[in-house]
């Protein structure tokens, strides 16, 4: 099956640093990722999407300028939490599609801010 | 526009006994559904989805739901209950050309007593 890589896992940054996530897809091209946030015990909030060479597309309220995204290859996306606060940590997940199915999942990266 | 209500954030089982997970959606188009399972600071796994052929879906660890397009809904069921199902389960509701963008329920824990 398609399987999605996310890294780190965990990260701990001091305020006022920026933390970069990467999200892979290791055995397929994903012309499209996606990245959520998971607050604890709550669902997942789609933050925004991310088509292959083009500027992603941030849902409403999503500050871009915090979280930048860039997708500059076919099996690559990151996401960089900028200047992080104590209000950014959460658990990040990325997932990715080539369009024709349905996008898989990475394994989500905890992020605490200190 | 798209959502999903998964009616019970908490549901106890007996091990042994029948789960019983309960999802309505909301779709303009065809959609496309899904049930994720999610253990703790774990990323999400695919139990099962539903993509416009058969209308009940036989997924992984013994799961299994059914379309009712009437009734709007993609009910979660297994007959047993294990205590290794004890986890968090997502329903998700996606549009059938835009497979990979997900629209998530608020999610239901799933205990299961001995």
């Known amino acids: 099956g398609a399987v999605v890589s996310q890294h780190p896992s965990r990260v701990i940054c001091k305020s006022g640093t920026s933390v970069k996530i990467e999200c892979r897809s290791l055995d397929f091209q994903a012309t499209t990722m996606f990245w959520y946030r998971q607050f604890p015990k709550q669902s997942l909030m789609l933050m925004a999407t991310s088509n292959e060479g083009s500027k992603a597309t941030y849902e409403q309220g999503v500050e871009k300028d915090k979280f930048l995204i860039n997708h500059a290859s076919l099996t690559l996306s990151t996401l960089t939490v900028t200047s992080a606060h104590p209000e950014d940590s959460s658990f990040y997940i990325c997932s990715a599609s080539s369009g024709y199915t349905e996008a898989f999942f990475g394994q989500g990266t905890r992020l605490t801010v200190v | 526009a798209q959502s999903v209500t998964q009616l019970g954030s908490h549901v106890s089982v007996s091990e042994g006994a029948l789960v019983l997970l309960r999802c309505n959606y909301s779709s303009s188009v065809p959609p496309y559904l899904f049930w994720y399972v999610q253990y703790p600071n774990q990323g999400l796994q695919l139990l099962l989805k539903y993509t416009s052929a058969a209308t009940l879906v036989k997924g992984i660890n013994g799961f299994e739901a059914e379309f009712k397009k009437s009734e709007t809904s993609f009910h979660l069921t297994k007959p047993s209950a294990h205590m290794s199902d004890a986890a968090e389960y997502f329903c998700?509701?996606?549009?059938?050309?835009?497979?990979?963008?997900?629209?998530f329920g608020d999610g239901t824990t799933l205990t299961v007593k001995p």
């Open positions: 998700a509701v996606s549009e059938w050309n835009n497979a990979g963008k997900s629209t």
